[in-house]
């Protein structure tokens, strides 16, 4: 029986972003589980605001398309871009990672300490406020 059927890996194309999609890799094949690979676009300051004012419709476009570039290129660098769902998402980080891992059944989170930006760790990280929200397993990689 495996220990985990649906792996969700959260990347913001940080530093440790390719070590992050590494470790989620591993154990969904050490699980034979299903791998789903997120990037949020966050195009407020991240805060925990609740409310933000959104880029126009061009703005946002140009986001997404250009983070699906960036997520297929990572896919492809490390090897992984077969048999990997990919999911580009706009909002705020923390509930979008919960609302995919619920949409997914996820079983298992796979996040990073730290995010790309310096202000998240002053103001409290969306890794925490993951683990402290998930209805699953939250595996947090340094």
């Known amino acids: ?9 959260a990347v913001d194309f940080g530093d440790h972003s390719t070590k992050l999609l590494q470790q989620a890799a ?6 034979d589980a299903r791998l789903t690979v ?5 195009y407020a300051l991240p805060t925990d605001m609740d409310y933000v004012i959104a880029p126009g419709d061009e703005l946002e476009s140009k986001l997404m398309g250009a983070a699906e ?3 297929h290129n990572l896919l492809v660098r490390e090897a992984l871009s077969s048999g990997v ?7 705020r980080p923390k509930a979008e990672i919960l609302n995919v891992a619920d949409t997914k059944q996820a079983d298992l989170i796979v996040i990073g300490a730290h995010g790309r930006h310096a202000l998240v760790g002053m103001l409290g990280s969306t890794a925490n406020r993951v683990l402290d929200h998930a ?6 990689v340094h």
Request: with cysteine; proline share 0%.
């Open 1 to 9: 029986m495996s220990v985990y059927k649906n792996i969700l890996v």
């Open 26 to 31: 591993a154990l969904a094949q050490l699980c």
């Open 38 to 42: 997120l990037h949020v676009v966050n």
């Open 69 to 71: 570039d960036q997520l």
């Open 85 to 91: 769902e990919t999911i580009i998402r706009s909002g």
């Open 135 to 140: 209805h699953c397993n939250v595996l947090i």
